[in-house]
């Protein structure tokens, strides 16, 4: 049984990091065809994919977002980390951590609960 | 980046009724398009995948058709844990992987 679960800060201040980790079970990051991706999703809007991380360490991110943006895996501890710099109002959103399974395209097929986050000072 | 146009945005739709969502690609996508149903204070959840398969677990009421630039999700028979918000996601060209803005399904 795949799970996801995301911790990190609820409330963050303009200008500040954030960064949210993800912790899973059911699988491994070193298995090939596997990637781990952050996806936000702003109140009352549609899901926005953020970032991904590929079993390889290859690393996709956001074209909007790319310049503040770090993801990284610890594969011994199951955990994916992504790291959000010069966090802004807009940026307020429900963030969720997910599974992708690739073939030649890569779907994302399992989903967190997601944790919220406010950029607030 | 592809854009994902769905339609309508808001669909009344009587419990026992047929419902059909809409979702357009700016360009091609061919068969990699998903749906996900979301439901209040909950993540997405994956309904349709490759257009047309359906994720495990999900009942026969859903289907999904459709390739390259048009795609249609159907509710056969709506019932009451079916009022949600419906997205399109494509995942053939990416980065991004992009969604549509989602077409909510409430009780006529």
């Known amino acids: 049984q795949i799970t996801l679960k995301e911790s990190g800060p609820t409330v963050v201040k303009p200008t500040q990091t954030l960064t949210l980790t993800c912790t899973f079970s059911?699988?491994?990051?070193?298995?090939?065809?596997?990637?781990v991706g952050w996806i936000r999703q702003p109140p009352g809007q549609a899901p926005e994919w953020v970032a991904l991380?590929?079993?390889?360490?290859?690393?996709r991110y956001s074209p909007s977002l790319r310049n503040r943006l770090t993801i990284t895996k610890d594969t011994s501890k199951n955990q994916v980390v992504l790291s959000v710099t010069r966090m802004e109002t807009w940026d307020t959103a429900t963030y969720y951590c997910?599974?992708?399974?690739?073939?030649?395209?890569?779907?994302?097929?399992?989903w967190g609960h997601g944790t919220l986050v406010t950029v607030s000072s | 980046e592809i854009v994902m146009t769905q339609s309508p945005a808001t669909l009344s739709v009587s419990p026992g009724e047929r419902a059909t969502l809409s979702c357009r690609a700016s360009?091609?996508?061919?068969?990699?398009l998903a749906w996900y149903q979301q439901k209040p204070g909950q993540a997405p959840r994956l309904l349709i995948y490759g257009a047309s398969t359906r994720a495990t677990g999900i009942p026969a009421r859903f289907s999904g058709s459709g390739s390259g630039t048009e795609f249609t999700l159907t509710i056969s028979s709506l019932q009451s844990e079916d009022f949600a918000v419906y997205y399109c996601?494509?995942?053939?060209?990416?980065?991004?992987?992009?969604f549509g803005q989602g077409t909510k399904v409430e009780i006529k």
């Open positions: 991380i590929y079993w390889n360490d290859d690393k």
């Open positions: 997910v599974h992708g399974t690739t073939t030649v395209v890569t779907l994302f097929d399992y």
């Open positions: 360009q091609s996508v061919d068969s990699n």
């Open positions: 996601q494509q995942y053939n060209n990416w980065p991004p992987w992009t």
């Open positions: 059911g699988f491994s990051l070193s298995t090939s065809g596997v990637s």
